[in-house]
């Protein structure tokens, strides 16, 4: 279907989807009862992978009327562990059947001796590991014949042997390897807020040219930190977050995610079709200007210990 807002050049041979949300279960009977006007879908790869039954008649149809991303949780593209081959191969047979604009995962590692935590951990930001991350993107696009696109994930923890910060291990990695970026919005606040560091230089310091989606969510600010919980309204330091990621871009694929406490289907819509205001132009006719009302993030009213975790962790 046609969207509603003009679409940019594609970036990495990728196109700018327009505005979609996460395509959760609860909104099935909506969806296939109204055909709702929103421009594409992304699906949890790893729901789909082993699934049959009415989840693959649902997203059948779906993937019949809307373009649909996969992103997964599971790819543990930093672990020490060998790749999970067996893993590749189902992911690699589920992208053949859905034919996703792209596939996308975590710039984390999810476990370690084959045990999967169900958790995105952060990496330590050195050369050593930037390098072992490059080498096991490198594999994975070849196993699955295909540019993949990572994400920059919420962390709540640091190394104490970091050598550069988390948008240079970011940019670096998605040059050396030649992937593509998903850079979440919504992490680079909560990060930049546990951490104490400036979310503007973050956005500002990856490769524009390299970011194919963006992220949206809610999240949990409990005071001395912030928990990426998905579970409500996008706050306006966010958005003016993404209005910066729009100019710098250019505009690209935009998802809403919303995973618990989860509103109706129409209500999440039209929580992402607040990005219009972030994206057009002012009453004037000029470029709607910057004005995000954050600089150093607000420091936490009592100490918090995010750096502490030493190396030999992994």
Known sequence: MESPFPKVQPRLGLPNLGLGIGLRTCHYAHILAEWPEVDWFEIISENYMDSQG???HVLEQIVARYPVVMHGVSLSIGSTDPLDRDYLRRLKSLAEWVRPAWISDHVCWTGVAGRNTHDLLPLPLTEVTLQHVVERIKMVQDIMGRRIVLENPSTYVGFTGDSMPEWEFIGRMASDANCGLLLDVNNVYVSATNHEYNPVNYIQSLPAERVVQFHLAGHTNLGTHIIDTHDGQVINPVWELFRLAHQLTGGTSTLLEWDANIPSF????AEVL???????L?????????M???GQPRKPALPQPLHSIQMEVL
Do not use: N, T
């Open 282 to 290: 002012d009453s004037s006719g000029g470029q709607a200007g910057f």
């Open 266 to 269: 129409s209500e999440v819509h």
């Open 54 to 56: 009415r989840p693959r």
């Open 274 to 280: 607040k990005a219009r205001q972030f994206m057009g």
């Open 292 to 294: 995000l009302p954050i």
